[in-house]
């Protein structure tokens, strides 16, 4: 039981690159998210999804898109990477929403020059 | 929006100590977890705590829901310990998640 997963741990992106980070979960959970932290920060939610096929934006959206076609998989891509995220990215899933424990990934570090 | 402190910001002890982690939060909630971020960034969950008391090992926490707070402990308190302790909140809504507070950064000496 791996838990949450993600791909990769760490990425350097120049200016105006795009990319994909992967979240897997192989605990049958219903609603996954994605998060960031910046340094002194707590963690912000970037997008959530409930269920299966459906996404919803958080606090910190722009710049950022997602796909949750698989129960087990939550995708988070950035369209044109920039300075401002740079950032450590988590991934957390819940079995039911936000009364149910969330449990985290281990976190992609990501640099943007 | 829901507001979540922490305290101390800051907190350093000589391994064996033993030390209280206060979080204090605003509005009702669903939802109350403590984590364990260590020196590699990694998360650890140690307790959903909505209400009432809890324990694992030298780790205990409780929760007054009533009063908005919660206290995390830590007894005869080890180098592994040291990290950033984090409180969560959730209500339930739509559009929100886990509102974490600052934290508190224990630094544990031999």
């Known amino acids: 039981n791996a838990g949450v997963t993600q791909t990769p741990k760490f990425q350097v992106l120049k200016t105006g690159q795009s990319m994909t980070l992967q979240c897997a979960q192989d605990?049958?959970?219903?609603?996954m998210y994605w998060y960031r932290q910046d340094p002194g920060m707590g963690l912000r939610l970037i997008y959530y999804?409930?269920?299966?096929?459906?996404?919803d934006k958080g606090e910190v959206p722009d710049g950022y898109n997602v796909s949750r076609l698989k129960k087990q998989n939550f995708l988070l891509g950035l369209e044109s990477a920039a300075p401002s995220q740079t950032s450590v990215y988590f991934c957390?899933?819940?079995?039911?929403?936000?009364?149910?424990?969330?449990?985290f990934g281990p976190g992609t570090r990501l640099t943007v020059t | 929006g829901i507001q979540v402190e922490q305290s101390p910001p800051d907190l350093i002890l000589q391994e064996g100590a033993n030390s209280t982690l206060r979080c204090n939060f605003s509005?009702?909630?669903?939802?109350l977890q403590w984590f364990h971020q260590n020196p590699w960034g990694q998360l650890i969950n140690l307790f959903y705590?909505?209400?009432g008391t809890k324990q694992n090992g030298r780790l205990s926490a409780t929760t007054v829901a009533t009063e908005r707070y919660s206290l995390l402990y830590i007894s005869s308190s080890q180098t592994t310990d040291s990290g950033v302790y984090f409180c969560?909140?959730?209500?339930?809504?739509?559009?929100?998640?886990?509102?974490f507070g600052k934290g508190t950064t224990l630094s544990v000496s031999s």
């Open positions: 605990m049958n959970h219903n609603s």
């Open positions: 957390a899933s819940s079995y039911s929403g936000l009364r149910g424990e969330q449990y």
């Open positions: 705590i909505p209400s």
């Open positions: 999804s409930a269920s299966e096929g459906t996404t």
């Open positions: 969560a909140v959730a209500i339930d809504q739509a559009g929100t998640a886990l509102i």
């Open positions: 509005d009702s909630v669903n939802n």
